[in-house]
C-alpha cells in the first residue's frame, strides 16, 4: 500500500525539451524538473508519450532516466514509462534499463496491433511476471487504438500482485465508475485526461497524472488537492481558469501545445522531434494572449 500513497495526487508526464539541433536539453530538463517539485506536484513520470519516447533512442532514454533520477535526488517518486506493442522487446527492456530508483513502471497497452482482451491480459501478465518494480497499467485508446475493457482492467488487478493500479484515460466516464465501483481494496485508479480530473476523482479516482501541470504545477497540483479533501467549490474554481488551457494544449498536439505554453514561460525552448511539428502560428497567439490574461 506504501507505494499507492505515494502516487496519489499529481504526477507530471514530463516533456523531453530539445535544442535547435535536436539534441536533447538536459539543462532545460533540470529546470523543468525543478519547477515542478518547487510547485509542490506528488511525483514525476518520464518517458511517457508527452515525452516524445517514440522519437527517443534507447541510449537517450537510459540517458533522460539517470539524469532524472540525479536531479530528482529522492524529492519525489519517480515513474517510468516503458511500453510497446512488441511483448518480449518490452520485457528486455525492463531487464536492461536502470530501474533500481524507479518507483514503479507504467507501462501502456499494446498499441496498432488492437490485440484482443485476453491478448491485453496475457501481456500484462508476462510483463508483470518480469518487472523488477510495480506495474501501473494506462489505458489510452485514443493512442493505442483499443480500449482496455473495465472487466479486463479488473481481472488483472484482482489476479496480479505486482500490478498496483492503472492510469485510466479511455475518457469513458461509466467505464471508470464501473473500475472503482468493482475494483479490490488498494488498487490505484488515476485518471489520464486532465480535462476529466476533477469529476473523476469526485467519483473515487486518487489523482492524474497530467500533462497541464508541466505548464501549472501548482494551480493544477492545488485542484487535484482540493479535490482529495472534496473541496469541490474550490477545485472548480480552480479548474475553471484552466480550461481554455486544457483546449489550446491539445487541439493540435501533444505535446506540441503544452510545448508552447512551456516555451512562453522560459523553460524550454519550442522544439520538437519529426514527425511532430510546434502549433500553428494562430493557435500559438492564443496561448500568448492565455498567459498575459493570466
Request: proline share 5%; charged share 20%.
Amino acid at each position: 500500500m506504501f507505494i499507492q500513497q505515494q502516487l496519489r495526487g499529481t504526477g507530471v508526464a514530463l516533456v523531453t525539451p530539445f535544442t535547435s539541433n535536436n539534441t536533447i536539453d538536459f539543462t532545460a530538463l533540470g529546470k523543468v524538473i525543478d519547477a515542478m517539485i518547487n510547485g509542490g506536484v506528488e511525483y514525476l513520470v518520464t518517458l511517457g508519450t508527452t515525452g516524445e519516447t517514440p522519437v527517443l533512442t534507447n541510449p537517450e532514454k537510459k540517458d533522460i532516466l539517470e539524469f532524472t533520477y540525479e536531479k530528482v535526488d529522492g524529492r519525489v517518486p519517480v515513474v517510468v514509462g516503458i511500453g510497446g506493442n512488441d511483448t518480449a522487446d518490452l520485457i528486455h527492456d525492463l531487464a536492461h534499463f536502470p530501474l533500481e530508483k524507479a518507483a514503479a513502471i507504467l507501462s501502456a497497452s499494446p498499441y496498432y496491433n488492437k490485440p484482443s482482451q485476453e491478448g491485453i491480459y496475457q501481456h500484462y501478465k508476462m510483463v508483470a511476471a518480469e518487472s523488477p518494480k510495480p506495474i501501473l497499467l494506462y489505458n489510452v485508446p485514443g493512442r493505442t487504438g483499443r480500449n482496455m475493457a473495465a472487466a479486463t482492467t479488473l481481472r488483472l488487478a484482482n489476479d496480479i500482485d505486482n500490478i498496483i493500479g492503472i492510469k485510466e484515460a479511455s475518457g469513458d466516464m461509466a467505464q471508470c465508475m464501473q473500475i472503482l465501483r468493482d475494483k479490490p481494496a488498494g488498487f490505484l485508479v488515476v485518471s489520464g485526461d486532465d480535462l476529466l480530473a476533477l469529476p473523476q476523482i469526485a467519483c473515487g479516482m486518487e489523482g492524474v497524472i497530467s500533462v497541464a501541470a508541466n505548464a501549472f504545477p501548482k494551480t493544477f497540483g492545488d485542484m487535484v488537492r482540493h479535490c482529495l479533501l472534496q473541496n469541490f467549490a474550490a477545485a472548480k474554481q480552480l479548474n475553471d481558469g484552466l480550461i481554455d488551457a486544457y483546449d489550446l494544449m491539445f487541439v493540435e498536439n501533444n505535446p506540441a501545445g503544452v510545448k508552447a505554453f512551456m516555451a512562453e514561460q522560459g523553460l524550454i525552448g519550442n522544439y520538437l522531434r519529426m514527425p511532430n511539428v510546434p502549433l500553428s502560428k494562430s493557435v500559438h497567439d492564443q496561448i500568448r494572449k492565455y498567459l498575459l490574461v493570466k
